[in-house]
């Protein structure tokens, strides 16, 4: 069984500790704990390894965020991945700070990376493990807010949610999204 475990951000120093790339710092905490490193790939940096006789392909696309969907469609097909096998770890204004929920498939809700992989890969069925950034922000300034640096109280607190949305991450290839999301979500 193969999987896709794709962790949503943008490319470059001035993103790498926003909001927004939760899904590539998430996936920087996995490879370091399975003792691989990125590679740079296409239209993405990538690498992998084997859990419970899975083999698990991690993506972070370098086409920056609107684009991913150029990324995790490229992958799927290279790899030959199944969409019910492709997991995407995303921010989430709507959900508190550290809040995680795993979900089959859904709406893009105002996210332009989860928008372009709905175009791409052929609709909204595609699972998701959104990571709730929380929304202490004033009208209007939502995307100063995202695309903004963590709080030092956030900072602190960031590992563990990182290291429950792993534990999230591999139970979904190792016994699958429903069996996952009965265990975790809250």
């Known amino acids: 069984m193969k999987y896709l475990i794709v962790g949503l951000g943008n490319i470059g120093p001035e993103y790498e500790l926003t ?17 691989v490193s990125w590679k740079s790939g296409r239209l993405a940096f990538t690498t992998e390894f084997k859990f419970k006789g899975r083999h698990i392909h991690l993506i972070k ?11 995790v469609n490229y992958w799927m097909k290279e790899l030959s991945i199944p969409k ?14 550290g809040k995680l929920r795993m979900r089959g ?23 998701r493990l959104k990571f709730g950034i929380g929304d202490d922000y004033p009208k209007g300034r939502q995307v100063e807010y995202v695309l903004g640096r963590w709080t030092q109280q956030e900072i602190d607190e960031l590992p563990m949610y ?3 949305a792993i534990e ?17 979500n809250e």
Do not use: W
């Open 19 to 35: 909001r927004h790339n939760v899904g590539f710092l998430t996936l920087d905490r996995l490879a370091d704990k399975q003792g």
């Open 61 to 71: 696309p370098t086409t920056y965020m609107n684009l991913s969907g150029k990324a």
């Open 84 to 97: 019910e096998n492709v997991l995407v770890i995303v921010d989430d204004v709507a959900l508190p700070f």
């Open 105 to 127: 498939k859904g709406s893009a809700a105002g996210h332009n990376g989860l928008k372009n992989i709905e175009e791409l890969t052929g609709g909204q069925d595609y699972p």
């Open 162 to 164: 990182m290291d429950k």
């Open 168 to 184: 999230m991450t591999l139970s979904f290839c190792a016994i699958g999204i429903n069996m996952t999301m009965t265990q975790f």
